[in-house]
């Protein structure tokens, strides 16, 4: 058994709702995060089809990529497709719980996990959201701590720069304090002013895991009060955003790039805006509904966006631009990421020796191609 809120907060480790679009309405939908449950249900979006196999496989939780409320509801009806999803989760108390946007601009998320499927070099996010603000932490150690303190901090996610980890400065120093009367010192004697002989370490961390790092930090920090600095900085941080954009390892024509997507995605059917005898080398890509980046693709120098949901008007504007565009469609684009949640979550659960099952409700397409 584990409880919904730890699961909750697994799934917010890797996608952070703050990197959610404003627009997006992820996290808890139906329930109380504090009930413990034994199965969980992975799903792209929440069905009644879907909560009725939850209850039937004694389910307490599902976990979706879609929010199942996007917008404020003025009323809740029992006989509406909404109102019925909702009856049948509270009837059978199922949590409902999603990670949406954030999941897809996550490192490692939906469009990292595209990136990989077509082996794309040289990636970069295609249009920023967010960037990560970073501080600089000083603590001053007692020499011959040093190594288990900065060791500690970096296990911790300081000290990243770049392709570089555990990145620090060391500086040696004497440090003066004079413990008062209720003090118990690790080094000198109350009223009496000492000299210690010590180290300055400063590293970087992000201002998301500074918590997490000064923690680990005064976990192993022999002090009784421990001396540190929080300094924030100017530099920019990890990019983290919509879509993802790179090279082939090979440029093919727009037609065998089809080809390529079809197969990788395991799809029959795609649509394609441009010349199919045209060469394909950069590649830009977004899970889902991603028509409104094909300014970006173009800006960005793409040959091709690979995306789904792409309105009639879009694709005017993308062959204006000469910008190929494939639309695999929403679901195919998206539902390869119910797997790598699947074994995150196995692997996070894994670390606290929890058995929980994990399954994926084999869902499928709605649109039928005839």
Known sequence: MISCQTLAQMVEKWAPRKLAMDWDNPGLAIGDLSGEVSKVLLTLTVTLESVEFAAKNNCGMIISHHPLFFRPLKSLKKDTPLGKIVYEAIKNDIVVYSAHTNLDVANGGINDILANLFDLQ???????????????????VPRGYEDSVRSAMCNAG?????NYSHCTFNADGIGTFMPLAGTNPYIGEQNKLEKADEIRIE????????????????????????????????????????????????AVTLKEFCQIVKDKLNIP???????????????????GAGGDLIQAAAFCGADVLVTGDVKYHDALDAKDLGLAVIDAGHFATESII???L?????????????EVEISIYEDADPFVII
Not at 122 to 140: A, W
Not at 207 to 234: F, Q, T, W
């Open 158 to 162: 300081a000290g990243h720069i770049g």
């Open 338 to 340: 119910l797997p790598a």
């Open 269 to 287: 059917h795609i649509r394609v805006v441009g010349d199919l005898d045209k060469t394909v080398s950069k590649v830009a890509l977004c899970g």
């Open 342 to 354: 699947k074994e995150y979550l196995e692997g996070q659960i894994g670390l606290l020796n929890k």
């Open 122 to 140: 040289q990636v970069q996010v295609l249009k920023e959201t967010y960037r990560e603000k970073l501080n600089k932490i000083v603590v001053f």
């Open 203 to 250: 590293t970087i961390v992000p201002e998301s895991l500074r918590k997490a790092v000064i923690n680990a930090m005064l976990k192993v920090h022999p002090y009784e009060e421990v001396a540190y600095d929080i300094y924030p900085l100017e530099n920019l941080g990890s990019e983290i955003g919509l879509g993802r954009i790179g090279y082939l390892k090979a």
